[in-house]
Structure formats: structure tokens, C-alpha cells
Nanobody, 130 residues
């Protein structure tokens, strides 16, 4: 049974930085991607970033491009999300997903088209104070 665990959330002032980490353990998912999503109360969970284990390609939502950087280690099944220049709109619970798929060749407004996987972490709260 694959288990996914995030760490690194917290409270930060606007303009500051945080680094989130995620590890998938207990087995393999068979997916070529791992990624991050976030959710605020009353809204759907939204895509943030993903990394491909095939070629290291990275994918970002338009709202975080240039501020967030995803990195990972396929051999260790770990991904990290470096978040810089944080603002109040980044406040959310951030979730790691270990088996999403990026749908190449499709268009989705604001983020790469993707399918959601089954293996989710419990989430980590990120709060940005203005």
C-alpha cells in the first residue's frame, strides 16, 4: 500500500518563502509523474505543479509560474516544492499526489491538462499573512 506524506507547511509573511516536501513509500504507483495540488475551503482542489520521471519536465499552473519550483528524486519517490514570493492567494492546504498523469497535447486554461491519481497525502497547511 503506497503511503504519501507531506511536510514543510507553516505561516509566512507575504513575500516570503517556504519549501514543501513529499515522500511516497510502501510501493510503486506505476505513474510517470508526481505533483502538488492545493485547496481552500469552498473551492475545488487545484493543480499547482508536477514533475515527469520520464525526462524531468516540469509543469506549473499559470498562477505560480516564476515563483514556485518543483524538483524530485525518482529513485527515492520524493518531490519538493520551493515557493517564493508568496502572497495571500497562496494560502491553502497543499496536497501531494503520487500518481497523476499529465495529458500532453491538450489545452486547459491556466494549468496543464491532467488526470488525478489515487495516492494523496494528508495535506499541509500554508498560510501567508499580508
Amino acid at each position: 500500500q503506497v503511503r504519501v506524506a507531506e511536510s514543510g507547511g507553516g505561516l509566512v509573511q507575504a513575500g516570503g518563502s517556504l519549501r514543501l516536501s513529499c515522500t511516497a513509500s510502501g510501493g510503486t504507483t506505476g505513474s510517470d509523474y508526481m505533483g502538488w495540488f492545493r485547496q481552500v475551503p469552498g473551492k475545488e482542489r487545484e493543480f499547482v505543479a508536477a514533475i515527469s520521471w520520464i525526462d524531468g519536465s516540469t509543469y506549473y499552473a499559470d498562477s505560480v509560474k516564476g515563483r514556485f519550483t518543483i524538483s524530485g528524486d525518482n529513485a527515492k519517490n520524493t518531490v519538493a516544492l520551493q515557493m517564493n514570493s508568496l502572497n495571500a492567494e497562496d494560502t491553502a492546504v497543499y496536497y501531494c499526489n503520487a500518481d497523476l498523469e499529465i495529458m500532453l497535447g491538450y489545452y486547459c486554461p491556466g494549468y496543464p491538462c491532467h488526470t488525478l491519481g489515487h495516492y494523496w497525502g494528508q495535506g499541509t497547511q500554508v498560510t501567508v499573512s499580508s
